[in-house]
């Protein structure tokens, strides 16, 4: 079965400053990829997501991008972090039928 | 358009109690339903799921989810709580979308008292 592996797992950064989260899958191969990110007392909202590599496809415009260099690689980054951007950052694998979740990043900005 | 509701933010139960999480969902076709647990600071770990068939589901841990097509309902249960059951629960519809993605609940929150 799949396993998902992010890091870090913890993170404070200052506004303005830029931001790297990478997500890597084993135990399957072209697998779907998404970004989701979860505030406090709220539920899950989906980022991104990727069918293959270098195709991002962006639900909410925001501050954030992803790139996928790699079949299972998967990296959330930002130029400049917003204080809005803090959050949990969950990576998942799969597609409607089941996704298999990372064990998250807290981002925290300051 | 697809949705989920958890209508409980928090809900708390003594140890050895009955639980019912309740979720309804809202989707245009036969829903893939799922429940997710999530202890602080972790990822999400399936329950259990729902495609079709028997509306009774078991899962993992003890809990069970019953589908109502009905009352668009996908209620989770458990007979008798623990309390390393104490998380935050979310129930999911996954979505034959572009994304293929799930959409989830706000959550509930569980509290297990002793």
């Known amino acids: 079965s799949q396993t998902i592996h992010q890091w870090p797992a913890t993170l404070v950064q200052p506004v303005g400053s830029p931001l790297s989260l990478e997500c890597t899958v084993e135990g399957t191969s072209n697998p779907n990829l998404y970004w989701y990110r979860q505030a406090a007392g709220r539920g899950l909202q989906l980022l991104f997501y990727?069918?293959?590599?270098?195709?991002i496809s962006s639900e909410v415009p925001q501050n954030l991008s992803a790139s996928r260099p790699q079949d299972r690689q998967f990296i959330l980054s930002s130029k400049k972090l917003l204080l809005s951007d803090s959050g949990f950052y969950l990576c998942a694998c799969g597609q409607y039928n089941e996704q298999f979740f990372g064990p998250g990043t807290r981002l925290t900005v300051l | 358009a697809q949705s989920v509701t958890q209508p409980d933010i928090h809900i708390t139960v003594s140890e050895g109690a009955s639980l019912e999480l309740r979720c309804n969902y809202s989707?245009?076709?036969?829903?893939?339903l799922f429940w997710y647990v999530q202890s602080p600071g972790q990822g999400l770990q399936l329950l259990l799921k729902y495609f079709s068939g028997d509306t009774l589901v078991q899962g993992i841990k003890g809990f069970e989810a019953e589908f109502k097509r009905s009352q668009s309902s996908f209620n989770l249960r458990k007979p008798s709580v623990h309390w390393s059951d104490a998380a935050e629960y979310f129930c999911a519809v996954g979505a034959f979308t572009g994304a293929n993605n799930l959409f989830f609940g706000t959550g509930t929150r569980l509290t297990v008292i002793p």
């Open positions: 990727s069918v293959g590599i270098g195709q």
């Open positions: 989707y245009g076709a036969t829903p893939y």
